[in-house]
Each structure stands twice: as C-alpha cells, then as structure tokens.
C-alpha cells in the first residue's frame, strides 16, 4: 500500500469530523514513516476509544502545512525525527507546552524540551564504524580523534546537508565552542577517503568493502543490516565493528525522534492523553524496535538486533542545544569544505 493509498483516507476522514464538538479523535501528524507506528495508533483507540487520524509527510512538509493552516489547523499532535526538526517547529511557534508528571517521570531531562514543547520518544546513537579486516583503530576512542592525520583518507561519511551531521555538529559546538567545533569540521574533511555522499547504510557498505576504513552512521542502520532477512545485509554487517566514542568523557552523541502537543489544537486532552501513551513500557518497546532505536524511557527493556551492539554511555547535554547551534554547525560545515 503507498503512503498516498494510507493516507487520504484518514485525510478525508479527519476533514469530515472538523466540527463534531462531541468526537472522541486526535489528529496526528507525522514524519515517522514505520508501519510499525500504524499499531501504537490501533492500541491507543482500542484502549481509549479515541480515533486516531493520520496525516504522514515529510518534516518540512508538515511544519510548512502547520504553518499555513495556523489557528484553524486541525493538527493535535506533531511526530518527527531529529532535535534539529523539532528545534524548527519550535521556532515557528507552533507547540504549546505540556506539563506531565508521566512524561516527566518516564523521560530523563536531557530528553525533554526544557519547557515542555516536545520530548523524546526514542533514540539512537551515532557511532563510529571501522572495517574488521583493518583491525581496530589504534587512539580512536573520540569524535575528536577521528581528525588525527594517521587518519588521512581513510573516513566515509555522509553530507553536511545531514540533519544527523549537523546535530553531531551542534553537540560539539554546545560542548567545546566555536573555534574547537571549526578545528573538527577541517580534520575530518582533511581525512575524507572520498567526497561524502549517499546515506548512513551508504557509509557502512563502503567501510564494509573496504572502501575506506572508518565512517560515522546511526546504530539503527547498523541494526537494521544485523537484523536483515536479505543475507547480503548481514554480510556487511558482519564485517564491520563498532565504537561508541567518548564513554571515558562526556558520552557518546544521541538524537531523537520526538513528539509534543500542537499550539492549536482542537483535541488538547486526547492529545496529551497519546503522549503520554507514547510513554508506556507496550508503546516504548514498539517505537524502539520497530526502527531498531533505543528506548527513551531508561527502565524499559526492548529487544532486537539494535540491543546486541552493548551498553554505552550517553551525553546528557539537553537535545534543545542540538537545534539551538543548528544554523552555526551548518555554517562552519560549508567553511571547512564539507559539502
């Protein structure tokens, strides 16, 4: 089925109830593209008797559409990935903030938007991948060491243009400063083993066939080729090997997919009612695994492929400073010859 074929019909569905002051429904709208999402929402009305409509596009899409419709916006509930993306939405106004006691007990600070305009509903690490027939990178424990020249033309990475690029990015820039976030950017570029180019799982086949030794990627690509039905997939997983940078410092950099409550919406109680469900030890095992993510809720213990790369130690710096150094990490990026 097309996202078209799944979409328009909860599309003229959530038009045609616009009004009925009496419905029992949420109006989602999200950039989250699981169909593993498809049965949190079948759950929620099912345990609720809430109706759940969905409106899927991308993030720029939807926050372009928010924007348009304004005050008569149907839209309850904003889902998205990135801190970068929800930073966006946030400097658009089109949140209102949401004061939870379940979601401020479930959810660890460094997750949730300092106000409460959004919190984080999974997770994922971006990770240090390197070829196992290489061997293991002798003084590579850190971001900061993937700019030593003993690295010079051995590093695959994706574009700046990445959202998950500029996050890492903006994470140094809220740590170190400007200058120690610029002193990276060219590092790693003097170190590129080719112009960067297609995706995380891009990356990971590169350093898989020895293209290049090292490369940067989300553990969830790594997960998804380690949990692959296509025996290809798991070949390349099977030859690289992981490093978690950071974990004697400040941690290893995480990112999320968020969700918060929309600035008008006409469903305000069923609307943190789903958020708060989104919360729950059934929901949080679901949106982890299903993307192969990490659960944000610290006692909740999901499975999957994503669990077998080991414990790690995560930096807690707030997720808001991740979108807040965006546009600075962009421009030292374009600097340093990033492209």
Known sequence: MSVFDRVFPCFVALFLSIGSANAEEVNIYSARHYDTDLS??????????????LIEGQSEELLARLAQEGEFSPGDVLLTVDAGRLWHAEQAELFEPVSSEIIDARVPAHLRHPVGLWFGISKR???????????????????????????EG??????????YNISLLSSIVAHEGTEAAESWA???????????????????????????????????????????DDPADRAVADKIGIIFPDQLDRGTHVNISGAGLLANAPNRANAIRFLEFLVSDWAQ???????????????????????????FKEDEINASALGQNQSLAIRIFDRAGWR
Do not use: H
Request: hydrophobic share 35%.
């Open 40 to 53: 949190i929402y079948e759950r929620f009305s099912e345990d609720t008797g809430i109706k759940v409509n």
């Open 125 to 151: 690490a971006r990770i240090v991948i390197y070829n196992k027939e290489d061997g293991l990178p002798e003084g590579l424990a850190t971001y900061a060491d993937l700019t030593n020249p003993k690295f």
């Open 154 to 163: 051995q590093i695959c990475v994706r574009s700046s243009s990445s959202i």
């Open 186 to 228: 060219e590092g790693v570029v003097a170190n590129f083993a080719r112009s960067p180019q297609g995706n995380d799982t891009a990356q990971i086949k590169a350093v898989a066939a020895g293209e290049c030794r090292l490369g940067i990627a989300n553990t969830y690509y790594v997960a998804r080729l380690m949990g692959s």
């Open 285 to 311: 095992n679901i949106l982890a695994e299903g993307n192969n993510e990490y659960p944000t809720v610290p006692t909740v213990d999901a499975q999957g492929p994503v669990t077998t790369l080991g414990a």
